[in-house]
């Protein structure tokens, strides 16, 4: 069973254009509220990750719309890790919209490990380490 972590959020009104639909920049913002919320549920808050001198920024990311989200709706990300290497880690995005459990769209992200100058870090600690602990349960 792969590791992941779900949220539910409602949409808001300012997250649409004229037509109600949720504008499609919107969803890569939510892919970063679902790997923040991986890191949470995991016992890795991205806060500690900054205190520690590791950053993530993207390097990489994918998003495919299948249906549209609109105002008002709830919908649902599912986050889930898919590969950790020495110098970066990938997420996948599944968005459904909860009432009926629509596929609305889904996503990847890929994140390089770097210092705040922006220098490559390999197998940073201790991050790295427990992510590689966790993929093996």
Known sequence: MPLSASFVLRVPYGATDQMGVVY??????????????????????????????????????????KHPARYDDLIRIDTYLKEVKPYSLSFEFKVY???????????FTKHG?????GKL????????DKLICLLQQ
């Open 24 to 65: 499609y920049a919107n969803y890569l913002n939510w892919f970063e509220m679902g790997r923040t919320e991986f890191c949470r549920k995991y016992g890795m808050p991205y806060v500690n990750w900054e205190e520690k001198g590791v950053f993530m920024p993207v390097v990489e990311v994918r998003c495919r719309y």
């Open 97 to 107: 919209r909860d009432s009926d459990d629509m596929f609305l769209a889904e996503g």
């Open 113 to 117: 490990f770097c210092d705040k100058r």
């Open 121 to 128: 870090l390999k197998k940073p600690k201790p991050f790295y």
